[in-house]
C-alpha cells in the first residue's frame, strides 16, 4: 500500500489524547487529564469471570486493571455498562467490534447501513466516555474479481463520512491491522496509516495489536516509531495470543518504544485466558505493571 514516512509522521490536527475534549463522563475518567504521560493498562470486560456486567468490571478492577475494553454489544445497553463501570470505579476508554457486522469494506447498500449503524455506536461511546472505536476494514481473502484498491477507497470513503461524526462525539475511529492469515487487506501499522493519513481527520487513527504485529511487522519497536503519531489505542496478547505474560513476547520494549512515541493512551486485553480467569488475569495485570515500570 502506498504510504510515506512523512505522512506517517504528521497526521495534522490531532488531539492530545488527554485534553479537555476527551474528558470522560460522570468523573469516572477523572485521573486523565493533560500532561498526564503513562499507559492505561485495560482488559476487555468479556474476559472477566461473573455473572453480570456489573461483576466482570468488579473482577478486571480487583485484578488490577486501570481501565476496561468494552465491545459494541455495549452501545444497547449504556445505562448498565454505566452503572457497572461506576461500580467499580473503572473508565471505559475503547470499544471493540463484536463481530464483523460494522466492517466497513461492503458493498455499497450493506456499506451504508453499517455506517449509520456506526454513527449510532459513536453516539453510545460519548455517553459512556469510550475515546477509542475500533474499526477493521474487512476479513478474509480477497474476493474473486475485486481489486484491493477499490477496496480501499471504499473503506476511505465510509471513514470520510463517519469522520465528522466521530470528532463531534470525541471519540476516534481506529484502523485495526490484522494479520494476513486473518484479512488481505490491512496488515501492518503503515497500511491503516496510509489509510488514516487519506482521511486525515482526527477522527481517524490506528490501533497497535502486538499479536498482530508479531506476525507482520519486522521489529515491533520500530514500526511503532513510525507510526506513533497515529496510534489511539494498543491491543496486548502475548506471541500465542494468551493473556501477557504466558508466552515470550518482551512487553518491556513495547512500553518504551509507546513512552518513546509520547503515546498515554489505553492498552487493552485482547487474548485467550490460560488458566482460571481471574488467576490469569491477576498475574497478567503484575507482568504488565512491571513491563510498563
Not at 504528521?10 to 475518567?29: A, T
Not at 461506576?86 to 476508554?93: M, Q, S, Y
Not at 484502523?175 to 493519513?197: F, G, K, Q, S, W
Request: proline residues 5%.
Amino acid at each position: 500500500m502506498a504510504g510515506t514516512k512523512e505522512a506517517l509522521a504528521r497526521p495534522g490536527g490531532i488531539p492530545h489524547l488527554f485534553s479537555s475534549r476527551w474528558s470522560g463522563n460522570d468523573g469516572v475518567c477523572a485521573g486523565l487529564v493533560e500532561g498526564v504521560r503513562f499507559v492505561k493498562l485495560a482488559a476487555q470486560i468479556r474476559l472477566a469471570p461473573g455473572a453480570s456486567v456489573a461483576e466482570r468490571a468488579a473482577a478486571l478492577a480487583e485484578a488490577g486493571f486501570e481501565a476496561a475494553e468494552l465491545h459494541t454489544d455495549a452501545a444497547d445497553r449504556v445505562a448498565e455498562y454505566r452503572q457497572a463501570l461506576r461500580g467499580a470505579g473503572l473508565p471505559a476508554l475503547s470499544m471493540c467490534p463484536a463481530g464483523s457486522d460494522l466492517d466497513l469494506v461492503a458493498d455499497e447498500y450493506s456499506q451504508r447501513r453499517r455506517v449509520e449503524r456506526t454513527r449510532s455506536i459513536l453516539d453510545a461511546c460519548q455517553e459512556l466516555g469510550v475515546r477509542t472505536l475500533i474499526s477493521v476494514p474487512v476479513r478474509g481473502p480477497l474476493p474473486a474479481g475485486v481489486a484491493p484498491e477499490d477496496e480501499i477507497d471504499s473503506y476511505v470513503r465510509a471513514l470520510e463520512l463517519l469522520a465528522p461524526h466521530a470528532e463531534a462525539s470525541g471519540a476516534s475511529i481506529a484502523v485495526e491491522p490484522l494479520n494476513r492469515y486473518e484479512t488481505h487487506l490491512v496488515n501492518t501499522l503503515a497500511d491503516a496509516a496510509a489509510i488514516a493519513a487519506r482521511v486525515q481527520s482526527p477522527g481517524v487513527r490506528i490501533l497497535a495489536d502486538v499479536f498482530h504485529m508479531n506476525i507482520e511487522e519486522d521489529d515491533l519497536g520500530a514500526s511503532i516509531r513510525a507510526a506513533g503519531a497515529w496510534i489511539a489505542h494498543v491491543h496486548l496478547a502475548d506471541n500465542q495470543r494468551a493473556q501477557p505474560g504466558a508466552g515470550t513476547l518482551d512487553f518491556g520494549a513495547v512500553f518504551a518504544a509507546l513512552r518513546g512515541v509520547g503515546y498515554a493512551g489505553s492498552a487493552a486485553l485482547e487474548c485467550r485466558l490460560r488458566g482460571e480467569p481471574a488467576a490469569a488475569l491477576r498475574r497478567s495485570a503484575a507482568h504488565l505493571r512491571a513491563a510498563r515500570g
